[in-house]
């Protein structure tokens, strides 16, 4: 049986306790609030963290425009934050979302809408619009 720590008090959160990569980044998944699907994985940075924490508007880092990135700002397919989790060894990100629209770029509603079965990859679901 895997012994299971409890906090005693709060602790206020740091994103700096985190452990970011090379590039200063860390690994964020999105994953829906009401149907558990992963969404898509993103990169954030401590100001990133930062923004989503004080706005509820899910924000990552491009690192092709080297800039941040409001999921949704252009496309109005939102993101809003309903929780936010750090993994155990405080390298990666689960951020709980309400997705409007679609997540992926390609107007999938996951990013992950590919398979490989049988050493063949399968598309999984079409673009929504």
């Not at 409890?6 to 970011?20: E, G, N, R």
């Not at 004080?54 to 929780?83: A, C």
């Amino acid at each position: 049986m895997q012994k299971v720590f409890k906090m005693t008090t709060p602790a206020t959160f740091d994103p700096l306790t985190l452990t970011f990569n090379e590039a200063g980044l860390i690994p964020a998944i999105a994953q829906d609030a009401d149907s558990n699907e992963v969404l898509m994985m993103a990169w954030m940075n401590a100001d990133a963290i930062r923004k989503t924490l004080q706005t509820g508007r899910v924000t990552y880092w491009s690192r092709s425009r080297q800039s941040f990135w409001i999921k949704g700002e252009s496309s109005g397919h939102v993101q809003e934050l309903v929780d936010f989790r750090v993994d155990c060894d405080r390298d990666c990100l689960l951020v709980i979302v309400r997705q409007t629209g679609p997540a992926c770029h390609t107007n999938r509603r996951s990013c992950f809408y590919t398979a490989v079965r049988d050493g063949d990859e399968t598309e999984l679901m079409s673009p929504m619009i």
